[in-house]
């Protein structure tokens, strides 16, 4: 019965897309988020390092990243507008505002 259980699981991991199992940098490149945003260092958006730190107390961190990422967003770095991500699966954007987050805040 045990066995049964792992089974299932298994093909639900299998079944269930690759968002999570791509690391976050590479579905950022993939979706061309690194054409105006890297690590450390500003290009036209701000570094992910930045956005790490400045939301790391935030607690709906997660859900307002996945939101400006999904709709877009201005004002909060600058004049640079952030376009909406319409082409881009909710799995992957939940997958690169968690890689976002979880970046090391040095």
């Not at 299932?8 to 590479?26: K, M, P, Q």
């Not at 500003?42 to 990243?65: F, N, T, V």
Request: positive net charge.
């Amino acid at each position: 019965m045990k066995n049964k259980y792992i089974l299932v699981l298994a093909a639900c991991f299998s079944l269930g897309g690759n968002a999570f199992a791509e690391d976050g940098y590479a579905l950022a490149q993939k979706h061309m988020c690194t054409s105006c945003h890297s690590l450390d260092k500003k290009i036209m958006g701000p570094p992910w390092r930045s956005i790490a730190i400045m939301y790391q107390d935030r607690p709906d961190a997660e859900a307002y990243l996945i939101g400006v990422i999904r709709n877009g967003g201005s004002g909060t770095w600058g004049d640079a507008k952030m376009p909406a991500s319409v082409t881009v699966g909710d799995a992957d954007i939940k997958a690169i505002a968690r890689y976002i987050l979880a970046l090391p805040k040095e």
